[in-house]
């Protein structure tokens, strides 16, 4: 099974420490195939647009890599078999959250996985944001707040 891994854990250092050190290796254990967005990009293609002095070449030279970035994702998203979500934060991750809905709409399987104990809900009856988690749920996925739970619930969604 293939499982893109969506969420905003690469913007940070102790953000990426955790994704690469735990949250990847719990995915990758019981043997799904791991589609990493975060390693799409090479450092070699970010180095380039950062040697060009702030203004309207390197405005150009991001939006340019902007394009290639989103069409690697949705690619990956497109070869998936389903998607574990990371919705930590005040609020999802509007990237996240973007991802979240085009899986869905491409009928994928998601998995939404929030080990933040703050309140990010609309109401009560809520974990996340009511689109972002009626997306997750009427996908046939769920939401879980324990990093074991995510094999097992992935599990459930015929994965192993």
Not at 20 to 44: C, H, M
Not at 46 to 63: K, N, S, T, V, Y
Not at 80 to 103: K, N, P, Q, R
């Amino acid at each position: 099974m293939k499982i893109y891994l969506a969420g905003p854990l690469g913007f940070s250092e102790a953000g990426r420490f955790y994704y690469n050190q735990v949250l990847i290796p719990a995915i990758r254990k019981p043997g799904y195939e791991l589609l990493d967005p975060w390693t799409f990009t090479s450092r070699e293609e970010l180095d380039a647009i950062e040697q060009h002095p702030f203004g309207e070449a390197r405005r150009e030279a991001w939006r340019a890599l902007n394009v290639v970035i989103g069409i690697r994702n949705q690619a990956a998203i497109d070869e998936s078999d389903a998607l574990v979500a990371v919705l930590d934060g005040v609020d999802v991750d509007s990237g996240t959250a973007a991802e979240i809905g085009y899986a869905y709409g491409k009928g994928k399987p998601i998995v939404g996985y929030r080990g933040d104990f703050r309140l990010s809900a609309d109401n009560e009856g809520l974990t996340v944001n009511l689109q972002v988690e009626f997306f997750i749920r009427r996908s046939g996925g769920e939401i879980v707040t324990k990093l074991e739970e995510i094999s097992p619930a992935l599990a459930r969604l015929g994965g192993a």
